[in-house]
């Protein structure tokens, strides 16, 4: 049973749409991680989230992404006008311990952008 | 130099061989070190961490080797299941920003 629950398993949207893209933790865990893999290749850092605020981020999270722990428990990834480079698989992870690198992935939601 | 090199593959091996990956890192401060195993689509899952003194984990075998700033992963008794990509994950501990995935060999069991 994976230790994060992502939805969609996969969503197809049109280039210029908000998606957004939700994990849920089965246990209570304070670090929440989303990563970002286009088909291919690495797998690469977005944003780290601790105790409800970003805690760090990369490059690529740029203004057209946000993150928001809305209800205390689920975390979402919202893309607000998407483009057909942000086709990719979309992983929410958690950590053992901080920055430890022992990462747990949820299943993944597949962006498809048209 | 990239920050984490692995050899893309495809390694294709018959059943029962031994193989083995290597990665070369190039940040000498990095601290600690991963094995993840992908499967196809699916999502990167921990394999085994990579300790000073290796270690083994059943059929596995993870070696670091600081100085080369290079860390293997040896299969024995391949099993059809190992089919996958293995990424090797190198962290310098000092922030989420630095846990950094190599881009994964892949691994071809045939019968």
């Known amino acids: 049973e994976p230790e994060v629950t992502q939805t969609p398993s996969h969503q197809v949207t049109q280039m210029g749409q908000e998606v957004i893209l939700r994990c849920v933790p089965i246990?209570?865990?304070?670090?929440f991680y989303w990563y970002r893999q286009i088909l291919g290749q690495k797998v690469e850092f977005l944003v780290s989230?601790?105790?409800?605020?970003?805690?760090?981020k990369s490059e690529i999270f740029d203004d057209q992404f946000s993150v928001e722990r809305p209800d205390g428990s689920n975390f979402t990834l919202k893309i607000r006008s998407t483009k057909l480079e942000d086709s990719a698989m979309y992983f929410c992870?958690?950590?053992?311990?901080?920055?430890?690198?022992?990462?747990?992935f949820g299943e993944g939601s597949r962006l498809t952008v048209l | 130099r990239k920050e984490v090199e692995q050899d893309p593959g495809p390694f294709n091996v018959p059943e029962g061989a031994t193989v083995a990956f290597n990665c070369t890192y190039s940040?000498?401060?990095?601290?600690?070190f991963f094995w993840y195993r992908q499967d196809c689509r699916k999502e990167p899952k921990l394999l085994m961490s990579?300790?000073?003194s290796g270690n083994e984990d059943g059929r596995f075998t993870a070696q670091l080797n600081r100085a080369s700033q290079y860390i293997s992963l040896l299969i024995r008794d391949s099993k059809l299941s190992d089919s996958a990509t293995y990424l090797c994950?190198?962290?310098?501990?000092?922030?989420?920003?630095?846990?950094?995935f190599g881009s994964g060999t892949r691994l071809s069991i045939r019968p």
């Open positions: 994950v190198v962290n310098d501990g000092s922030s989420a920003s630095k846990i950094i």
């Open positions: 992870a958690r950590e053992r311990d901080r920055n430890t690198g022992e990462l747990f």
């Open positions: 940040n000498s401060a990095s601290q600690s």
């Open positions: 989230f601790y105790n409800n605020e970003i805690s760090e």
């Open positions: 990579v300790y000073s």
């Open positions: 246990s209570n865990h304070l670090y």
